[in-house]
DNA sequence: ACCTCGTCCTGGTTGC
DNA sequence: TGCAACCAGGACGAGG
């Protein structure tokens, strides 16, 4: 499942091979990629265009084109790009020839992911509506954190997974923060101290950089667009290790459901 | 305004 | 061994 730090792996892969290149030639296979556009519409709108850029978001992919649209793709669960990327790949949805010859290759299993093409003057109000605070930035400030969990009663691991209070944090991330925070993720948001606020702040950028470090965690579907795998799945100290001994107490960790997602914790590091 | 839940989607895993 | 039910979850809209 991508998240910050596997999004930001693959824009830093794709940003030298796609930079100063043209859209030759798209092809979009799955019609749900582009909805409620069609997919020949977009396809052909794209054709020509030149990408200035390839920045990031949350877990946003920005194409920026010369024109000064852009291409906003959101790769979900298990949207992936391939470059360069031959003939025949499983579960392609889209392709662009590129004007050096190379294709772009676009993958989804579980085709949850989106492309929109959006006009020059749309793309700030777009992602201002829907996420917040970058949270490797200077500007994500404890405070800021603060403003965003202020008077909410829901936990705190739903409310680590709501975008617009912080961007690009998933349910793998979501654990991983909460447990080097020591905050258990059923913890009402709203009633963190100041200091455990400011606690899991340090621990959320603490694991998206350790993250971006290790190119992401691979674990079935996740692959960078060189095909390679991230080691962050090395890291994890509670996702996915149900049972296993806490790293800090040896307590077993258990799995609850939080927001309707799985969610890792150890029972005696991480109290209510 | 806030929060929870259902929906979308496919493939790997589990259980009978 | 075969097959069906279950599980994974990011964002969004409906409904409480």
């Known amino acids: ?18 930079v100063g290149r043209t859209f030759e030639r798209v092809e979009i296979v799955d019609g749900r990629l582009t909805r409620p556009e069609s997919p020949d519409a977009v396809a052909a ?3 020509g265009e030149r990408v200035e850029a390839v920045r990031r978001r949350g877990k946003y992919l920005i194409v920026a084109f010369a024109s000064g ?7 979900r669960m298990t949207g992936g790009f391939q470059h360069p990327s031959g003939e025949s790949t499983a579960h392609r949805r889209a392709a662009v020839l590129l004007d050096d010859g190379t294709t772009l290759a676009y993958t989804d299993v579980r085709r949850f992911g989106t492309w929109l093409l959006l006009e ?8 201002a509506a829907r996420i917040g605070g970058e949270p490797l ?10 403003r965003a969990l202020a008077g909410r009663r829901a936990p705190i691991k739903g409310a680590l997974l709501d975008q617009r209070a912080v961007a690009g944090v998933g349910n793998i991330y979501a654990d991983e923060a909460l447990w080097r925070a020591r905050i258990h993720p ?5 009633e963190l101290e100041p200091d455990a606020i400011a606690e899991l702040r340090r621990a959320v950028r603490k694991v998206l950089r350790l993250g971006i470090a290790r190119s992401g965690a691979t674990l079935r579907d996740y692959r960078d667009p060189n095909g390679g795998s991230g080691s962050m799945q090395h890291e994890f100290m509670v996702y996915g290790r149900g049972g296993e001994p806490c ?9 609850i459901r939080v927001a309707g997602r799985g969610t ?9």
Do not use: N
């Open 1 to 18: 499942m991508p998240e910050l730090p596997e999004v930001e792996t693959v824009r830093s892969q794709l940003e030298p091979g796609l």
């Open 45 to 47: 709108e794209l054709q």
């Open 69 to 75: 649209r852009t291409l906003l793709v959101h790769l």
């Open 120 to 127: 020059p003057e749309e793309l700030d109000a777009y992602l």
């Open 137 to 146: 930035e200077s500007a994500f400030t404890t405070a800021r954190f603060a």
């Open 186 to 190: 059923l913890q009402p948001a709203g």
């Open 247 to 255: 790293e800090r107490c040896g307590t077993p960790i258990a799995k």
């Open 264 to 272: 890792w914790f150890c029972p005696s590091c991480q109290q209510v």
